[in-house]
């Protein structure tokens, strides 16, 4: 989708932060957010507090210009953690970006389809919110059923997924 705006989930691996750059580039796109909530495990030895610091330091930190870059971090939460971020970074480009009406969302794999919807609810009928998902490299996304970390990954998404759909109210 034609947006200026690139949102990326913190909580994603590097390697999804490396594909948000690159689409970032390829776009000619204005401006990186990243999204996420506090970190709770770690974080005395950490610098940075939540998801999104951690991703923004990292894109920082290969050589993108600081001046493109925000983060949109989400209070601590217990539970719908998508949609909580998803509902910070609406906040910040309300205050900050009020006539943009349009962004792309980079998330990897599997939970492209639920990022997309929570952040569907958050942003409402007005905002028009693109997805590109990156496929996960820890598992063959064709055959992930034959791996650990893939069956773990794709069925808990499914499950989240229908909770998101069906069970989920903001």
């Not at 990326?8 to 990186?32: Q, T, W």
């Amino acid at each position: 989708m034609n947006a200026d705006i690139v949102v990326v989930e913190g909580f994603v691996p590097d390697f999804v932060l490396d594909s948000a750059v690159d689409f970032y580039r390829r776009n000619n796109c204005s401006l990186i957010i990243t999204s996420g909530v506090p970190v709770l495990k770690g974080q005395l030895l950490f610098d940075y507090k939540t998801y999104a610091d951690i991703s923004m330091a990292y894109i920082i930190r290969t050589g993108f210009d600081s001046t493109k870059i925000v983060s949109a971090p989400a209070g601590t939460v217990q539970k719908d953690r998508t949609y909580i971020s998803a509902m910070a970074v609406r906040e910040f480009m309300a205050r900050n970006y009020p006539g943009v009406k349009s962004f792309n969302l980079v998330t990897l794999g599997s939970h492209a389809r639920r990022s997309r919807l929570l952040f569907r609810k958050a942003f409402g009928r007005e905002f028009t919110v693109g997805v590109v998902s990156v496929t996960d490299i820890t598992f063959d996304p064709r055959r992930w059923y034959l791996y650990s970390e893939g069956f773990r990954t794709v069925l808990g998404e499914w499950i989240a997924y229908m909770y998101a759909r069906f069970l989920f109210y903001p």
